[in-house]
């Protein structure tokens, strides 16, 4: 395709899409579950199949070179299947939020005032490498009754095409629209350019994938994006504490898994509790190899602990996501300097405070400008289904409309819906 | 000042802005309400001095030939500030939404996980002629804890100048920072520019005025939005449906104001109970000189009414806001006609049906796409106030963060929270 018919292409999706949208707003919960089931059935008894298209990718890439764990994350594996097949079935036992209605209440004038919950519309999806992401997108955009257009990487193309197609054959099967769930087929990057300047087909466009597409989205869509980009998130020891606790959420926030957007990849310790607490956790990162980034302060504390890999953190580590066994280490004089420092430094996505003063606790929840603000839990825990949404669609570090882990909700709007008995405007 | 000094200005403002904005989300709801309090009392006992000011905009004004209802729209008569300072008053009497923590529940893991309503931050204003935003704008984000900059229109600049003033005084005098309301101080276009494009230092702009301002804005601005471009609002004549209250309610959401967006553009009728209905609402527009601009069957029915203004309609009246006695008619085999004219050719704003079918009731309440749908009410009810949110900062058609009426939820966001005892993530 050439710019011009990848242009005209994308539009006539998103006709589609908009048309597609409009009966899946109206459809009923049974039917939408009854579809969620099917492509459950569907990615269970499909699994040979699949596997086929899925091996093209995979042989594509290993050819091409590609690195190890990137290749392994295009697998289709029968595990990853059933684990598909079985959020879609979850997501059809989920109640059904579209169309609920909230908080009506009676005015002075009469009319009775409440909200409705609705789909959005049309969502884009914009993804690198993993084809679940077909599955768990396609299965979200169902269930909260909107329309969605799925741009997969070039790697997986074939595999979440197959994926596309199956997701298509259970909505025809349901009595639905099969342009509720479209992928573009061209891997062609002018696509992407496309699908975020077109607000009159597109409500909304969420990327997952590396900063630097996040980014570029961001600068150039022309209808709101559903991101985040950084998750410097951190773990603030106060003075007092049960350090026993915090040496194991320390721990857990940092080192259960490095990749994750919700690690923990900053440390502060209270002045009063430093002297205890570091050496302890010291011994625990020296042990798993965590190189630690330390203020002068953290690192006379640290400097004793058998193995420890101390060095001396720039101003640039403060700001830094590692994803990475390092972990960046102040020492601050109390609470005061430990929300300043994360509202300074900080990406606004999660942040904890380890503390047993209730006051302390209280104003950390308030102050700390951060999606999620958490006492005396792990950073671990900021997801989609630790927090019960059931599903998670993205993470958003913005504040207007969703904030944190976005699941469903975030996938729909409230209007205003008025019932009246003949009243006037006086 | 020169292009580079408007934007050194409007940085300094946004620094200032930012840092305000801190200390206004932690200001207790009693602080704030105090300010408001105080901001009511000298609406009060300032009246002559504001109203000096107001004369020299008066003055101008009227030497340079402004119409004089554009005249009208500037001044500050001693009723308008009486309803300004109650709008204060009863601001401070409303509860506080900031901090409130709703939906706490406890997840499998052992965390209980809530959502605590927190400020947006800073928001921008930009409006034009009428001062009295600057006093409705201002008082709007002390309440939500936010800090707002306000850009005003030029020919109001000494009287904004004056209420900005006033209420930096009462927030200085109750303990809070002058900076979290600031008025940009140049005429100049180009603060506006800057205002819409410091995403660093604005979280969201709202924009008050003429669709060309609201279109520049928004094409232009690299921060969300909250607006409405259009009113084209319908009101939808079902059948069956109770004729005498559809001639009342019909009349009112046309003919009760002429100006506001809420007020109907377009009138809808069911095919069976047009014959009767349509030369009933004719005689009340031919009496009040409303201009009816219809289809042929409408046309047809309209022939005999005396004194009417019967005119064939074009493609473009379906789509137009005359905001004037004018109205397009059109007559429709049924719901499903009506829904898909409105949702074609509507503006998202607010679209009402008049019927006595439930089912007819609870399709059109799901399938209008617009901001606020109704039965048997007035469109004219799509307002802050009536729909009991204490006051109204702008009205929005777009699905993303707040829909219709934008009151002090619409300017806070939900972050969530996490308590723990200390769970680590499996």
Redesign the interface.
Known sequence: MNALNVAEYMQSLGVQARQAS?RM??ASAAQKNAVLRAIAARLRSSGAALQAENAKDIERATAAGLAAPMVDRLKLTPKILDTLAEGCEQLAAMPDIV?EISGM?Q?P?G?R?GR?R?P??VFGMIFESRPNVTIEAASLSIKSGNACILRGGSEAIESNKALARLVREALVEGGLPEDAVQLVQTTDREAVGQLITMPQFV??VIPRGGKGLIERISRDAKV?VIKHLDGNCHVYVDDPC?LD?AV??TD?AKT?KYSPCNAAEGLLVAEGVAAQFLPRIGAVFAAKGVEMRCDARAKALLATVAGAQVVDATEQDWAEEYLAPVIAIKVVDGLDAAIEHI?RYGSHHTD?ILTRDHVHAQ?F???V??????????T???DGF???LGAEIGISTD???A???VGLEGLT?????????????R
Do not use: C
């Not at 709007?413 to 405007?425: A, D, I």
């Open positions: 409009a707003s109206g169309g209440t005015q004038s009319i005032v409705m609705v959005l519309g409500d909304v709101p049960d606790m194991a959420v857990n259960q509202n904890a104003r929840l308030r102050e400008d951060s999606a999620s603000v958490m006492v005396n839990a792990s671990r825990f900021a630790e927090f019960g504040k207007f409309h904030r944190g882990p709007s409230l209007k205003w819906v008025v019932l009246g008995q003949g009243e006037l405007r």
